[in-house]
């Protein structure tokens, strides 16, 4: 599996492509699926270009991905869009639409009970577990692991001569992570080398415009479908090589 991250928390100063509205998201959806992507990460934004939790503005994105594409979408629960915890479990608490899925990182304070809330809501979990914190820890304690659709592998690694090692450190860490299945993914310059790896381990990985605004020789992504389709190449060679 290739999902396609369309935006993070990138703005207009990275770049026209990163796509922010519910429109623009839904065409950089609709064009990543056709280059091959098979699900979906967002992050919904309000007007202003902030990240938010709110219906209002996770609704609109979704039913717009929607009504472009059949994959599975995703949000963030990122606390950066709702710092407070119980504030954070009472916006997905309030949401109208539901995503297919949504990445809760599991080093962050309320982790635990904003995956409740999910799970009680019949949405899946990503459990995002960062390199470089004690989320893989939390993770392997927490009596709400064995129910996540899958765990986020997240690499924070930004050096391309680093980032492979780091990524197999983390991997270490997880261990069998309660059997679910693996999304092994990089960021900026770790991005193309921990793909690569994910393609010979035979993992599940992730690449777009949250993850890097690069090709893998340097040259600036015009799109999010320009770099799933490049990921599908880099994917399958890594794995023909292992």
Same mark, same amino acid.
């Given at each position: ?9 990138? &703005? /207009?100063? =990275?770049?026209?492509?990163? $796509? @922010? !509205? %519910? ?7 609709? *064009?990543? #699926?056709?280059? &091959? /992507?098979? =699900?979906?990460?967002?992050? $919904? @934004? !309000? %007007? ?7 219906? *209002?503005? #996770? ?12 994959? %599975? ?170």
């Amino acid at each position: 599996m290739v999902q396609v991250c369309l935006n993070g928390t990138r &703005g /207009a100063a =990275d770049g026209a492509a990163v $796509p @922010r !509205t %519910p429109r623009e998201l839904a065409e950089a959806a609709a *064009r990543a #699926v056709a280059a &091959g /992507a098979t =699900d979906i990460h967002v992050h $919904p @934004r !309000t %007007p202003c270009g902030h990240d938010s939790l709110s219906p *209002r503005v #996770v609704g609109p994105a979704l039913e717009a991905i929607r009504a472009r594409v059949s994959v %599975p979408v995703g949000v963030t629960t990122g606390a950066w869009a709702e710092p407070e915890p119980a504030a954070r479990v009472a916006r997905i608490r309030s949401w109208t639409v539901l995503p297919d899925h949504a990445s809760v990182n599991w080093h962050e304070p309320g982790a635990e009970e904003v995956a409740a809330a999910l799970l009680d809501l019949g949405v899946g979990i990503e459990a995002g577990v960062w390199s470089g914190t004690e989320g893989a820890a939390r993770f392997l304690r927490s009596p709400l692991a064995p129910k996540v659709l899958r765990v986020l592998a997240e690499v924070m690694e930004p050096d391309r001569g680093t980032a492979e090692d780091t990524a197999r450190a983390l991997l270490a860490e997880l261990g069998p992570a309660h059997g679910r299945p693996v999304l092994l993914h990089g960021e900026d310059g770790g991005a193309w080398p921990v793909l690569r790896l994910a393609g010979r381990l035979g993992l599940a990985t992730r690449i777009g415009l949250e993850d890097t605004l690069l090709l893998p020789d340097g040259r600036p992504a015009l799109s999010n479908a320009q770099l799933v389709a490049e990921a599908l190449v880099q994917y399958g060679c890594a794995q023909r090589s292992s």
